[in-house]
């Protein structure tokens, strides 16, 4: 099991290479709702006007899945994982400056395989 100060293992893959299943705990997330504030907007809102990448927007986003990230981390710790598998994001527009960022995936409990594998090899 992780412990508190352990970083939860978070892959997008259905598998932890290395690693074996041993405890599957169901699903896990970790949600926030973000809005740039009116400075932000403003500021991007200038930005259209010459087209491009609005950084003002890109910065927001990469907070706001971090945050999600980190939230679905403490979640999948409160079930007692120290894994989660098939980790992804989803985002709904909930008013005109307001999106709500979710990431979700499997937590598990995983321990490192040990001893060789002979894996089937089909031909």
């Known amino acids: 099991m992780s412990e ?7 892959l997008t893959a259905n598998y932890a290479p290395g ?3 041993d405890k599957l705990l169901g699903l896990t997330y ?3 709702v973000r809005s740039r504030g009116l400075g932000g907007n403003i500021v991007a809102g200038l930005r259209t006007l010459g087209g491009g990448e609005i950084k003002e927007y890109t910065q927001l986003a990469h907070q706001a899945r971090q945050e999600a990230l980190d939230r679905l981390s403490e979640h999948a710790r409160g079930l007692g994982a120290n ?3 098939s980790v992804s994001f989803d985002s709904t527009e ?11 995936g499997t937590a598990v409990v995983v321990s ?3 001893g060789e594998r002979q894996f089937v090899k089909l031909s």
Request: without cysteine; negative net charge; charged residues 5%.
């Open 4 to 10: 508190s100060g352990s970083p939860i293992l978070l």
């Open 83 to 85: 894994a989660v598998l």
């Open 112 to 114: 490192p395989v040990s």
């Open 30 to 32: 970790g949600l926030t």
């Open 19 to 21: 690693y074996e299943v």
């Open 94 to 104: 909930i008013a005109a400056n307001m999106t709500e960022i979710i990431a979700f």
